[in-house]
């Protein structure tokens, strides 16, 4: 069997290499530029792949993204619909994902950028009051296996959580919402919103004026999901008048953030850099080998993009 695989780089081949004769040392492994026969191709893992390289493969059997997001495989406008696409959720990628949110949730229920702000104009100043963790309501927008693994995280550390859906979903011993009809009341009760969703047509640009306006004066906002879901003006303006207080942002439309962006300014943004979840090659590697072994023994694949719902 065959994988190709287009993430890191031609750089990255060597390692790829190494942890798949570790975890699958059957599989004969190939460099995204490498040239191979298509019709030998059987897998791939790929991130961003070139628009209509997929499809030159005749026996490809499954496509396995890089990350958790299949919107970049998805671009490709001559993707083989009836391919199916694996997900790279994985126990890290929760874990790291669930870290994220909960580093967030700190800094900002600690004030701590304004701390990092003062300590560059060696600036003293005295806060008139600190908040803890359980001062502070948190809303996850997202109730997938990273939102879960989040919402379990912060409320073990003792953050009052809460989960948003749009469709039907449960966050196990926490309230949830589900839909529209929902949706006001659970803004409403946000004081930090946390959006995990994944990138469809219906979550784009959800992040916007009429969301943000529904929480209350001084919230926050964590956007881990996708760029796609900001409308950044409206968040721009919101943190402007006051409305929101502080706005952690780990996606963004357009990756790299360019350096034009005011978001890199903004004295109410912290900009990270795509990072909230990435597992390391060693994990991608034994996950993918995981799910071509289950593959080949006709065995359901876990995570497996559903075009129905969108992820």
């Known amino acids: 069997?065959?994988?190709?695989?287009?993430?890191?780089?031609?750089?990255?081949?060597?390692?790829?290499?190494?942890?798949?004769?570790?975890?699958?040392?059957?599989?004969?492994?190939?460099?995204?530029q490498e040239d191979v026969d298509p019709s030998s191709v059987d897998?791939?893992?790929v991130w961003a792949p070139d628009a209509g390289r997929l499809a030159t493969f005749p026996n490809l059997k499954l496509i396995i993204s890089a990350g958790a997001g299949v919107d970049h495989i998805l671009a490709d406008p001559t993707l083989p619909r009836h391919l199916p696409i694996a997900r790279m959720v994985t126990a890290r990628t929760q874990t790291e994902m669930a870290e994220f949110v909960l580093t967030s949730a700190l800094m900002i229920t600690r004030g701590?950028?304004?701390?990092?702000?003062?300590?560059?104009?060696?600036?003293?100043?005295?806060?008139d009051s600190l908040r803890v963790a359980a001062d502070v309501r948190v809303g996850i927008m997202g109730l997938g296996h990273l939102g879960v693994a989040s919402a379990q995280l912060l409320s073990r550390v003792g953050f009052p959580v809460s989960?948003?859906?749009?469709?039907?979903s449960t966050l196990p011993g926490l309230p949830s919402y589900a839909g529209q009809e929902q949706f006001g009341d659970f803004l409403a009760n946000t004081d930090l919103l946390v959006c995990l969703l994944p990138a469809t047509d219906s979550t784009r640009g959800i992040l916007n004026r009429d969301t943000l306006s529904r929480l209350p004066k001084g919230a926050s906002l964590i956007n881990a999901g996708r760029g796609s879901?900001?409308?950044?003006?409206?968040?721009?303006?919101?943190?402007?008048?006051?409305?929101?207080?502080?706005?952690?942002?780990?996606?963004?439309?357009?990756?790299?953030?360019?350096?034009?962006?005011?978001?890199?300014?903004?004295?109410?943004?912290?900009?990270?850099?795509h990072c909230a979840a990435?597992?390391?090659?060693?994990?991608?590697?034994?996950?993918?080998?995981?799910?071509?072994?289950a593959n080949e023994r006709g065995e359901a694949l876990p995570n497996i993009y559903d075009p129905q719902r969108g992820y």
């Open 1 to 32: 069997m065959r994988l190709i695989i287009n993430s890191g780089g031609p750089q990255a081949i060597d390692e790829w290499r190494a942890q798949f004769r570790v975890f699958a040392p059957e599989l004969d492994v190939a460099g995204w």
């Open 43 to 45: 897998y791939a893992l």
């Open 112 to 127: 701590v950028k304004r701390i990092v702000d003062n300590q560059s104009r060696r600036h003293w100043e005295i806060f």
């Open 163 to 168: 989960g948003w859906s749009r469709g039907a």
């Open 229 to 273: 879901h900001m409308v950044t003006q409206d968040i721009l303006d919101a943190l402007d008048s006051g409305h929101l207080d502080q706005a952690i942002l780990d996606v963004f439309e357009q990756e790299p953030l360019p350096p034009e962006s005011p978001l890199w300014s903004h004295p109410g943004v912290i900009v990270t850099p």
């Open 278 to 293: 990435i597992p390391d090659r060693k994990e991608r590697a034994r996950h993918t080998a995981l799910l071509i072994a």
